[in-house]
């Protein structure tokens, strides 16, 4: 049985940039971002579902709208709250195949920002929390995504506090 290990941080904290070092260390990285996306392209049950709740146009010939989804989910927690029944499933359903699939490899890292939120630290040997100064994470965010400060700050204050998630972690990394 491989080491797994569960990746989690806020965002702009830096996951994906540890994830992509503990690729080159030899590990085998599944980003819970990427796959929750490809799962809601190809399974059309899954877009149906999520068609049901938010509309029909989150899908534009079949490529699912991000930032549709994001404006009505983030304005309202109750349907991000009904989104994440959806998804979560999904997404670990395809966590337990991708391990099974790779159970004889050494180590795997599950890169999620919702670790805790979504159960898939159960699944997780041990928790490695990314965190970093929140005006570095700010920085990072306006940049990559082309957003204002205030969305960031809005984005983060949906997530949950980064002490907490350094509580509940079984190691801290801290990137500056």
């Not at 549709?68 to 359903?93: C, D, E, G, K, Y």
């Not at 159960?119 to 040997?125: S, V």
Request: proline share 3%; charged share 25%.
């Amino acid at each position: 049985m491989p080491h797994i290990i569960g990746l989690t941080g806020g965002i702009g904290s830096g996951k994906s940039y540890i994830a992509r070092r503990m690729e080159q260390d030899g590990a085998l990285v599944y980003y819970s971002d990427s796959a929750a996306k490809r799962l809601i392209e190809s399974d059309p049950s899954l877009q149906a579902e999520i068609a049901a709740l938010l509309g029909d146009d989150v899908f534009a010939d079949g490529v699912y709208q991000t930032k549709i989804v994001s404006s009505r989910v983030f304005a309202h927690p109750t349907l991000l709250h009904q989104l994440n029944a959806i998804v979560h499933p999904a997404v670990l359903r395809d966590i337990r195949r991708w391990i099974a699939a790779h159970a004889d490899t050494e180590t795997l890292v599950i890169e999620s920002a919702i670790l805790f939120e979504s159960g898939i630290d159960a699944l997780c040997d041990e928790v490695v929390c990314v965190s970093a100064p929140e005006e570095v994470c700010i920085a990072r965010v306006m940049a990559r995504d082309h957003v204002t400060e205030e969305a960031v700050r809005a984005r983060m204050a949906r997530q949950m506090p980064d002490d907490e998630r350094r509580k509940r972690s079984n190691r801290v990394i801290i990137n500056q």
